[in-house]
């Protein structure tokens, strides 16, 4: 149950510069989904390694 956990994790991910200096371009807008697509599957395979032992997650 979400109200008994007592830990979180924060990530953080730089995006590249070049491409976000160009707001408000579509190109800042295709790093922006690229970062934000790499992190969803990162947590993904959090969320699944942490599960794997019996912990609960949320992601």
Known sequence: MIDEDTHEI???HAMNHDLVA???STFA???TGIE???E???IVQLV???RNP???AYG
Do not use: E, K, Q, R
């Open 48 to 50: 699944t390694y942490i």
């Open 10 to 12: 924060v990530m953080g």
């Open 22 to 24: 160009t707001y408000p």
């Open 54 to 56: 019996g912990y609960n």
């Open 36 to 38: 934000y697509s790499h």
């Open 40 to 42: 969803a599957a990162i």
């Open 29 to 31: 807008g295709a790093a």
